[in-house]
């Protein structure tokens, strides 16, 4: 079932509503044009009536002492013309005596009262003369009438009928700006997400919006209040825990120095590897947490250039990584992005570490730095799935290693953060102009 919209819904309704009046207007207005017509014509042939009975009966009177040649029945035919208007002069018994130029010429039955009667194409106004004992019909031809109507009736709905589009237009442009608000609230919503959640500005809605956005404020106040408790809480308790992680494994690993050539050194190397394991996992949720908490929305500028240098340098230190990290530049000038430093290293740092944990580990892993700021790293790896890579984004995701080194949210705080500062993350596999390997392309705001 399609979606409905009020704001469909109303011009629908409003505008059918519009039409059906109008036409209604315009046919109520053709009857009572209609009828007035009628009304002066008939007063018209009525009172020509009057004025053409000397006329006939002199005509008849004429006729007779002259013995004119015969019309029909008539004895006599006058050239008369008044608005298509013809008379008739009959005797008693229905016999024309007298009859007008252009008169009806068939031979219908005399009338019988006096008054208005319609005969074919004609109207007819008959009255009976007592004084001379005959009767005077004047007609009229019907096409007169209808004519006169319809003109008229059409200069009445043509206006109008200019004046339906410009309603239309009128009717969508106030419907359109009367649910403009619900449109601002709607993409105000849209915006809100688990690291925004501001209340949504209600200056300017109207009241039956503003119940509405108060009641969305007042959930999003709670729900922000919530998200700000578990994140505190995570964050206290990944920060808590990292000294005592880290102290027991320096311990641990003096334990497993003096097992040395034990059978027991191994299961203390194994604690401290745990341990460390733990430790970076906690060290990835406090990052989390804070992207969470919005570090990536500082809108402060960065050289690119510098950090990447840094988080290389720092990696190729160590022993697992050494010189298969390689650092590539289109130039060795500054590039400067609008993220804050500790959002940006940390953007850097899961993606390269990303690289490290899952390529293959006697292979190269670039990271290249384009002109326009652009960051890829590559590493080589098979190809995964394009299900798979459309879900590594997600929070705990390992692609097809899920008990692989790392802890599945590398890839989310990359995310998370690039998304708030209005930058955008692109995962390739296989990576471009290769056969195989993983790609994650960074494109950072502000870049110049």
């Known amino acids: 079932m399609a979606q409905w919209t009020i704001k469909r819904r109303l011009l629908k309704s409003l505008i059918a509503f ?6 209604a207007g315009v046919v109520i207005a053709g009857l009572v044009v209609r009828h007035e017509v009628d009304e002066v014509f008939d ?5 020509t009536t009057g004025q053409v009975v000397p006329i006939a009966l002199h005509e008849y009177r004429i006729g007779r002492s002259s013995e004119a040649a015969i019309f029909g029945d008539a004895k006599q035919s ?9 008379f008739l002069l009959r005797d008693k018994d229905g016999t024309i005596l007298v009859a007008s130029t252009g008169a009806p010429k068939d031979q219908l039955p005399p009338p019988t009262r006096n008054g208005f009667d319609n005969r074919g194409n004609f109207r007819y106004y008959a009255r009976f003369l007592p004084t001379e004992s005959k009767w005077i019909e004047v007609a009229q031809e019907l096409h007169e009438r209808r004519e ?15 004046l339906l589009p410009i309603a239309a237009f009128a009717i969508w442009r106030t419907v359109g700006r009367a649910t403009d608000p619900i449109n601002s609230v709607s993409h105000e919503l849209e915006t809100r997400g688990g690291d925004y959640l501001e209340p949504i500005d209600g200056t300017g809605l109207p009241g039956e919006l503003s119940p509405v956005a108060d009641a969305i404020n007042t959930l999003m106040s709670r729900l922000k209040a919530a998200l700000d408790n578990e994140r505190a ?5 990944a920060h808590e825990l990292r000294n005592p992680i880290a102290s027991a494994r320096a311990q641990i690993q003096v334990l497993a120095d003096n097992l040395l050539g034990t059978p027991e050194q191994a299961r203390a190397d194994n604690i401290a590897s745990q341990l460390g394991q733990l430790g970076r ?28 240098t840094l988080l290389v340098e720092d990696y190729r230190r160590r022993s697992d990584v050494g010189p298969r990290l390689r650092l590539e530049t289109a130039s060795d000038e500054s590039c400067w992005v609008a993220m804050d430093q500790d959002a940006l290293a940390i953007v850097l740092r899961n993606a390269i570490e990303n690289a490290v944990n899952h390529g293959a580990a ?7 730095i384009a002109s326009n700021c652009t960051v890829k790293v590559v590493n080589a790896c098979p190809a995964i799935a394009p299900d798979m890579l459309a879900d590594l984004k997600g929070r705990f995701r ?5 008990n692989g080194p790392g802890s599945g949210l590398g890839l989310a705080i990359i995310d998370t953060i690039m998304r708030q500062a209005g930058g955008t993350v692109t995962l390739r596999s296989p990576a471009e102009n290769r056969d195989d390997g993983f790609e994650i392309s960074l494109t950072f705001p502000g870049a110049i």
């Open 398 to 402: 390992r692609g097809a290693l899920p």
């Open 148 to 162: 006169t109507a319809f003109g008229l009736w059409l200069a009445l709905a043509s206006p109008l009928l200019a």
């Open 362 to 368: 006697t292979e190269l892993i670039e990271v290249h």
């Open 281 to 308: 996992r906690i060290e990835k949720l406090l990052q989390m947490s804070r992207a969470e908490a919005g570090l990536g929305q500082s809108r402060d500028r960065s050289d690119l250039f510098a950090i990447a």
């Open 78 to 86: 006058l050239s008369f013309s008044r608005g298509h208007m013809h």
């Open 43 to 47: 007063s018209a042939l009525r009172e």
């Open 233 to 237: 809480f995570a964050a206290n308790a």
């Open 18 to 23: 519009v039409a059906i009046f109008w036409i």
